[in-house]
């Protein structure tokens, strides 16, 4: 079993990155872009019967830092 | 004072520590490898040095906070043993939970690497207690992830209680209120981006890292 974890800055907080890529995304020639926000994915490959707790635990103990990020989990059942 | 400094994979400053305290203190700092689960016994200071720890993958300091040493360098802060976090180290302990906020990518993205000019904003902690409140000095930052941000009601609760340790004189990365350096509730935790182990003697170009280790000499002593 598969699930991915999307980890995210949280609204509000500054995203240095995300604006970089906003002005070189400009710089393109690139135009209606509003906003850029990075973050990060993480692909688990996780044994059956990992339950949604467990991947939460893994997210608040290590995979994001949930002083500045919030984080998502997504389920590929199939994979 | 019998002192010990933390070394990970990636660490890179373990030296420079260990040579500022050992001049400061007389006394060679034990080095403890991030595997191994205890200190030294009895010992009075505990240096998380600078460095790019395991990388910086996943984040600055994340990787180092959940080794198995930082369990017990979590302990000894607990029952009150002086810990400093300088650089990297700052990172680590926020990341371990032992000072709030976090440390993010310097605000105009480029690694900062020069002296910087500082305020001591606390003279009556540990690690502050040579310098004068107000006091203006230099310290050298060389960082990518210094910019330290918290939300409100906790940069309101440091600047109340006095955990500002320090603060940069011009903008240097993007951080709250210019905060460089702050202290945890107890006191005896210091977390700073700046380096003062690499302004101990006059050859450094400064010497004003040296009092921070004779300040904390002198209370722990």
Same mark, same amino acid.
């Given at each position: $079993? ?38 990060? $994915? ?15 635990? $893994? ?21 | ?7 990970? @994979? ?31 016994? #009895? ?5 998380? @040095? ?49 000072? @709030? ?41 060389? =960082? =990518? ?41 107890? #006191? ?13 003697? @006059?050859?450094? #170009?400064?010497?004003? #890292? ?12």
């Amino acid at each position: $079993m598969k699930a991915r974890v999307f980890i995210t800055l949280k609204p509000g907080v500054l995203d240095p990155q995300g604006k970089a890529i906003h002005h070189a995304l400009e710089g393109l020639g690139f135009a209606g872009v509003n906003d850029v926000r990075a973050g990060k $994915m993480i692909e688990l490959d996780l044994a059956d019967g990992t339950s949604d707790c467990d991947i939460e635990d $893994m997210c608040r103990k290590l995979l994001a830092n949930t002083v500045i990020e919030n984080f998502r989990i997504e389920r590929l059942e199939n994979a | 004072m019998k002192s010990a400094v933390i070394v990970f @994979p990636g660490s890179n400053c373990d030296r420079d520590l260990a040579t500022a305290l050992e001049l400061v203190t007389g006394r060679k700092p034990e080095m403890v490898w991030h595997r191994d689960s205890e200190l030294p016994e #009895g010992v009075d200071f505990i240096g998380v @040095p600078g460095g790019f720890s395991y990388g910086d993958y996943l984040r600055s300091g994340a990787m180092a906070a959940r080794s198995p040493i930082m369990r017990a360098v979590t302990d000894a802060a607990n029952r009150g043993v002086p810990v400093i976090g300088i650089c990297n180290g700052f990172q680590v302990l926020t990341e371990a939970g032992l000072l @709030p906020g976090a440390l993010m990518r310097n605000a105009r993205l480029s690694f900062v690497c020069r002296p910087v000019p500082l305020r001591v904003e606390n003279s009556q902690s540990l690690f502050t207690s040579a310098y004068n409140a107000g006091e203006e000095i230099a310290f050298p930052v060389a =960082h =990518h992830d210094g910019n330290y941000q918290a939300d409100d009601a906790t940069l309101d609760r440091l600047e109340g209680e006095g955990r500002v340790a320090f603060r940069y004189l011009d903008e240097v990365n993007g951080s709250a209120r210019s905060i460089a350096g702050i202290l945890n509730d107890a #006191g005896n935790v210091l977390g700073l981006m700046p380096h003062p182990e690499r302004v101990v003697e @006059p050859a450094h #170009g400064g010497t004003d #890292g040296r009092r921070l280790f004779e300040g904390l000499l002198e209370a722990v002593a």
